[in-house]
C-alpha cells in the first residue's frame, strides 16, 4: 500500500499510460459479462481471455495472482461446503460419513468461485494500473462532484496515519498494564480504553481540517483547476463506447434469455 | 434543501475521511483484541448521528468503496455499500428523534439497525456470493442449512447472529463519545442539537 494511490504498482506500461475510464469500463465489462454469460465455465473464459493477458502486459499478474487466491480460497472453501454438501435434492457423488456431496452443488460452488475469482482480479487490475487521483479527476470531469473526490482521496492519505495511530494506543495501554490477551471478558473490557482516545483525538482533529479547507476556498463554487493532465484519444473514446455498447448487447441477451420462456 | 445544504458543509466533509479512518482503525483494534465482533461502522454511525441522515449515508457508501481500494477486496465490501448507506442513514434517524441522548435508546436503535442490516445483506450474500461470506461466520449458515432452512432464511439467520449485537455496541460507544466531548466540538456539527 502507498499511500495516496492505493494499491497502484508503479510501472511503465501502455496498460497503466491508458486513461482510467478506458480502464474501469474495460474491467465493467469483463465482469459483467463473465457474470451474465450462463454456464459454468463462462467465468473462468472471461478470466483467462480478459484479464489475464491484460495484466501480463501490464506486468502485474504475480500480484493479480497473488492476491486473488488470498480473497478467492476461504469463498471456494464455504461454497464447496456449503452448497456442495447441503444441497437439497440432487445427485450425490460421494458419502463423506453423514454427509454427501452433491453434483449440482458442486457446479454451484464451481461457477460461485469463477465469478469472484473474476471479480477481485479484474478490480485488483484497474487498482495496480491506475492511480486513484487521476481515476477520481476522470470520474469528476464526468460529472462527479469535486467533494466527492476530495473525500476520496483524503481518506486515502489519513489512513496509514490512523492506522499507526492505533498501533501506537495499543502499545501505549499495554505498556501502562492493559491486560489485550486472556479470557473473552479481559480482551472485551480491554475495548474501551484503545477505543475511546482513538475516537476523541481524532474527532477533535475535525475543525482544525474544516478550516484548513476553508483557507484554501474549498467550497467555492465555479470551475477548479487541476495539477493533473489526464491524456484521452480518439481511439480510446471509440473503445469505450464500443465495449459499453457490446455490454448492453449482452444484457439485452440475457434478458431475453429469461424473459422469452416466462412469455411462451 | 436548505437542510440538505447545511448538512454538507464544509466541516461534515472533512469529517467523513476523519469517519472513514475510524471505521478501519477500530476494526483493526477489534481484529488485534480477537473479537467476535467487527464494530467497523462506528465512524459512520457518529457521522449520521451529528450530520444527519443523507450524510450519514454517504459516509457508509464510501467507506466501503474505499475499504475495497485500501485492502485490494471488493468481495465483502463494495457490494454491501448500501448496507453501510443504511446503517450511517439510520443512525440519522434515530438521532433525529433524539435516541443517542439516552443510553438505552442508543442501544436499541443500534440492535434496531442490526436487524435491518441483516435483512439487507441476506439477499446480496444469496444472490451475489451463492449464500457464503467467506469468513467462519459460514459455519452457522451451513448449520441453519442443515436443518432443512432455505439457503436466504439461512444467510438472514447468519446475519442476526452478529449484526444487532455488533451495531448496539457500535451505537453505545458512539452514546459514550457524545457524552465525552466538549460541546464546544459537538457545537460544529449540523446537527448538534439532536445530540447535544
Same mark, same amino acid.
Given at each position: 500500500m502507498?499511500?495516496?494511490y ?6 511503465q @506500461? ?8 478506458t480502464?474501469? $469500463? ?6 459483467l ?5 450462463p454456464g459454468?465455465?463462462s467465468?473462468?473464459?472471461?478470466? &483467462?481471455?480478459?484479464? $489475464?493477458?491484460?495484466?501480463?502486459? +501490464?506486468?502485474?499478474?504475480p ?11 476461504p469463498?471456494? !472453501? ?7 454438501l447441503?444441497?437439497?435434492?440432487? @445427485? !450425490? ?8 456431496l452433491? +453434483? ?9 468461485t469463477?465469478?469472484?475469482?473474476? *471479480? ?6 484497474l ?5 486513484s ?6 470520474l469528476?470531469?464526468k460529472?462527479?462532484p469535486?467533494s466527492?473526490?476530495?473525500?476520496v482521496?483524503?481518506t486515502?492519505q489519513?489512513?496509514?496515519?490512523f492506522? /499507526?495511530?492505533?498501533? @501506537?494506543?495499543l502499545? *501505549? ?8 490477551e486472556?479470557?473473552?471478558l479481559?480482551?472485551?473490557r +480491554? &475495548?474501551?480504553p &484503545? $477505543?475511546?482516545?482513538?475516537? &476523541?483525538?481524532?474527532i #477533535?482533529?475535525i475543525?482544525?481540517? *474544516?478550516? +484548513?479547507?476553508? #483557507?484554501?476556498?474549498?467550497s ?6 487541476s495539477l ?5 484519444t ?7 463506447w ?5 455490454a ?11 424473459l *422469452?420462456? /416466462?412469455?411462451? | 434543501?436548505?437542510?440538505?445544504k447545511?448538512?454538507f458543509s464544509t466541516i461534515?466533509?472533512?469529517?467523513? %475521511?476523519i469517519?472513514i ?7 483493526q ?6 473479537? %467476535?465482533l ?5 465512524g ?7 450530520a ?9 457508501l464510501l467507506?466501503?468503496?474505499? =475499504?475495497?481500494i ?30 443517542f441522548?439516552v443510553? =438505552? ?6 440492535a434496531?439497525?442490526?436487524v435491518?442490516?441483516s435483512l439487507?445483506?441476506?439477499p ?7 449464500g457464503?461470506?467467506?469468513t ?7 448449520a441453519f ?18 449484526? %444487532? ?8 460507544i458512539?452514546?459514550?463519545?457524545l457524552?465525552?466531548?466538549?460541546d ?5 456539527f449540523s ?6
Amino acid at each position: 500500500m502507498s499511500g495516496t494511490y492505493g494499491l497502484y504498482v508503479v510501472r511503465q @506500461t501502455g496498460i497503466h499510460r491508458l486513461h482510467p475510464l478506458t480502464k474501469l $469500463v474495460y474491467v465493467l465489462v469483463c465482469l459483467l459479462i463473465g457474470w451474465l454469460i450462463p454456464g459454468v465455465w463462462s467465468p473462468y473464459i472471461v478470466l &483467462l481471455i480478459g484479464v $489475464v493477458p491484460v495484466a501480463l502486459i +501490464a506486468r502485474v499478474l504475480p500480484e493479480v495472482i497473488k492476491n486473488t487466491i488470498k480473497t478467492a480460497i476461504p469463498f471456494a !472453501i464455504s461454497l464447496i461446503i456449503v452448497q456442495g454438501l447441503f444441497w437439497t435434492g440432487g @445427485t !450425490i457423488v460421494r458419502q463423506l460419513g453423514p454427509f454427501s456431496l452433491k +453434483a449440482e452443488g458442486l457446479l454451484f460452488a464451481i461457477r460461485g468461485t469463477g465469478r469472484i475469482i473474476l *471479480a477481485v482480479s479484474g478490480f485488483l487490475l484497474l487498482n495496480y494500473t491506475t492511480r486513484s487521483d487521476e481515476l477520481m479527476l476522470a470520474l469528476s470531469q464526468k460529472g462527479l462532484p469535486n467533494s466527492i473526490s476530495y473525500v476520496v482521496l483524503s481518506t486515502l492519505q489519513v489512513i496509514p496515519r490512523f492506522q /499507526r495511530k492505533a498501533n @501506537t494506543i495499543l502499545d *501505549a495501554q499495554r505498556s501502562r498494564g492493559l491486560e489485550t490477551e486472556g479470557s473473552y471478558l479481559i480482551r472485551m473490557r +480491554a &475495548l474501551m480504553p &484503545l $477505543v475511546v482516545p482513538l475516537l &476523541l483525538g481524532s474527532i #477533535v482533529d475535525i475543525e482544525e481540517r *474544516a478550516i +484548513a479547507l476553508e #483557507v484554501r476556498a474549498f467550497s467555492r463554487e465555479g470551475a477548479k483547476t487541476s495539477l493533473l493532465v489526464l491524456h484521452d484519444t480518439r481511439f480510446q473514446r471509440a473503445i469505450r463506447w464500443l465495449l459499453m455498447l457490446g455490454a448492453m448487447a449482452v444484457i439485452g441477451w440475457r434478458f431475453y434469455l429469461w424473459l *422469452a420462456p /416466462r412469455l411462451a | 434543501m436548505e437542510r440538505l445544504k447545511r448538512d454538507f458543509s464544509t466541516i461534515s466533509l472533512a469529517m467523513i %475521511p476523519i469517519a472513514i479512518a475510524i471505521n478501519i482503525a477500530v476494526g483493526q483494534i477489534v481484529k488485534a483484541l480477537r473479537l %467476535p465482533l467487527y464494530l467497523d461502522s462506528i465512524g459512520t454511525v457518529f457521522v449520521g448521528a451529528v450530520a444527519g441522515p443523507w450524510v450519514g449515508a454517504l459516509t457508509g457508501l464510501l467507506s466501503n468503496i474505499i =475499504w475495497a481500494i485500501i485492502f485490494g477486496d471488493v468481495t465483502n465490501t463494495v457490494p454491501y455499500a448500501p448496507v453501510a448507506a443504511a446503517i450511517g442513514f439510520l443512525a440519522g434517524v434515530f438521532s433525529k428523534y433524539g435516541w443517542f441522548k439516552v443510553w =438505552w435508546k442508543a442501544v436499541l436503535g443500534g440492535a434496531i439497525t442490526g436487524v435491518v442490516a441483516s435483512l439487507l445483506s441476506a439477499p446480496i450474500t444469496f444472490y451475489l456470493f451463492g449464500g457464503v461470506v467467506g469468513t467462519g461466520m459460514d459455519i452457522i449458515t451451513a448449520a441453519f442449512r442443515s436443518q432443512g432452512m432455505s439457503m436466504l432464511a439461512a444467510n438472514f439467520l447468519q446475519g442476526l447472529a452478529t449484526d %444487532p449485537l455488533d451495531k448496539a455496541i457500535s451505537f453505545l460507544i458512539v452514546y459514550l463519545i457524545l457524552r465525552a466531548l466538549p460541546d464546544r466540538y459537538i457545537d460544529r456539527f449540523s446537527r448538534a442539537e439532536d445530540v447535544r
